[in-house]
Antibody, heavy 118, light 108 residues
Framework: QVQLVQSGAEVKKSGASVKVSCKAS????????ITWVRQAPGQGLEWMGW????????NYAQKLQGRVTMTTDTSTSTAYMELRSLRSDDTAVYYC???????????WGQGTLVTVSS | EIVMTQSPATLSVSPGERATLSCRAS??????LAWYQQKPGQAPRLLIY???TRATGIPARFSGSGSGTEFTLTISSLQSEDFAVYYC??????????FGGGTKVEIK
């Protein structure tokens, strides 16, 4: 079955960077997109962007352009999301998801809490 | 950007009753709409895709309808495990996806 296992919780200072990993199994990694979604405490879901695990093409939410980079390592079936210049409002649970062929999100990682402190 | 608006923000329902949740898109998304359920401390779970198709393993008491800009998620007879937050998401505007703000279904 499809599994997405994310790295553990992180605590970072304002201005620092964080890199979250997402190891996939149970399917052909290069056949699907990995989409990243975040959720601030008590808030709704926010789409961050996606990466094609096939060719590395990316598309980022406009508000994160310039601060986020998504990459993959096909040799280990792992996706990464790096967020730079962290601010307090980046405190959130970050989820990796595997998209279907159409754009809905049937498979989710367990989430990674990133806490940004000043 | 397509804006997704969900209503109501909170819905108080008694177990066994029907719950009707709404989602409106700022422009047509055709049938490219999904619904998710999220319980505290858990990742969201896909319930419905294509506006009306239940995802694998989702009970028949969950149904979705609508197209264009107006969508509805109906839970025919609420069970205790259905009290949660529900989100809609459009994927018509691929590659950009957007979520609604969520509806919390609470016990009346």
């Amino acid at each position: 079955q499809v599994q997405l296992v994310q790295s553990g919780a992180e605590v970072k200072k304002s201005g620092a960077s964080v890199k979250v990993s997402c190891k996939a199994s149970g399917y052909t990694f290069t056949s699907y997109y990995i989409t990243w979604v975040r959720q601030a405490p008590g808030q709704g879901l926010e789409w961050m962007g996606w990466i094609s695990a096939y060719n590395g093409n990316t598309n980022y939410a406009q508000k994160l352009q310039g601060r986020v980079t998504m990459t993959t390592d096909t040799s280990t079936s792992t996706a990464y999301m790096e967020l730079r210049s962290l601010r307090s409002d980046d405190t959130a649970v970050y989820y990796c998801t595997r998209s279907s062929d159409y754009g809905d999100l049937p498979h989710w990682g367990q989430g990674t809490l990133v806490t940004v402190s000043s | 950007e397509i804006v997704m608006t969900q209503s109501p923000a909170t819905l108080s329902v008694s177990p066994g009753e029907r719950a009707t949740l709404s989602c409106r898109a700022s422009q047509s998304v055709s049938s490219n709409l999904a619904w998710y359920q999220q319980k505290p401390g858990q990742a969201p779970r896909l319930l419905i895709y294509g506006a009306s198709t239940r995802a694998t393993g989702i009970p028949a008491r969950f149904s979705g309808s609508g197209s264009g800009t107006e969508f509805t998620l109906t839970i025919s007879s609420l069970q205790s495990e259905d009290f949660a937050v529900y989100y809609c998401q459009q994927y018509n505007n691929w590659p950009a996806l957007t979520f609604g703000g969520g509806t919390k279904v609470e016990i009346k």
